[in-house]
């Protein structure tokens, strides 16, 4: 799959924009854009169209501060958007009522401290979902460059009403393994959830940063690995 219209970004005239860890959801790709840990994000919306990933109709958001990974799921009939910051110290919420012409309206953010009492990590990415359509989950995800035994996800329960979110911390799954050739941990950019069941979350790895050439721009490792849930 290639990016269509997706190699420059027009966020504000900005050349050399980095995007946020994704996750996909019912066709719809959120990817937040932002220059540096100081600087505004806009989040743009892709779909897949005959295997090349292309703007859609959805609305542009425009956040007043860095958003590095976005996590997206549908609860009781509404569509929610949860945007980290740097390093995690800050979060924003967004829903659309409406599913079939989405329109994201911002509920609220501030401190990550605030929507848990858990101890926390500087997350690369976030996902959530539910097992079975029963609890709602976010599983987010912390990889270090310099000590690859600071390699782990955390899975929280989620309390998500109409106008908040809370977060209760479940567990934090320690993974080793560094990449091919290098000392970054599997989880040192993104990981998101590719299955679940009740016993096992399958999980892809791009731990590898994107990499441009010939006007393309392509991640250089994927890996695919299993958590064993208790």
Known sequence: IEFQDAVLNDADGRKFSHPSAIQIHDGIIPVAVAEGRRDSSFIYFYHIENNKIKKSNIPTLNYPKHIGAIGIVEWDKTLYLLGLGWDSKNYALWKSTSLDNIRFDFIRGGEFSSITDAK???????????????????????????????????????????????????????????????????????????????????????????????????????????????
């Open 120 to 230: 926390f990590g500087t997350y690369n990415s976030v996902w959530i979902g539910s097992f079975d359509n029963m609890e709602l989950l976010l599983i987010a995800s912390f990889g270090s460059f310099y000590n690859k035994s600071k390699n782990f996800i955390d899975i929280y329960s989620v309390d998500i009403k109409s106008d908040s979110i809370f977060l209760n911390k479940k567990e934090r799954i320690q993974v080793k393994g560094v990449t091919k050739g290098t000392t970054k941990s599997l989880f040192f950019e993104g990981v998101t959830v590719k299955k679940y069941n009740n016993d096992t979350i399958t999980i892809l790895s791009a731990p590898q940063d994107f990499r441009k050439t010939k006007g393309k721009v392509f991640l250089k490792s994927i890996y695919k690995g299993m958590l064993l849930k208790k």
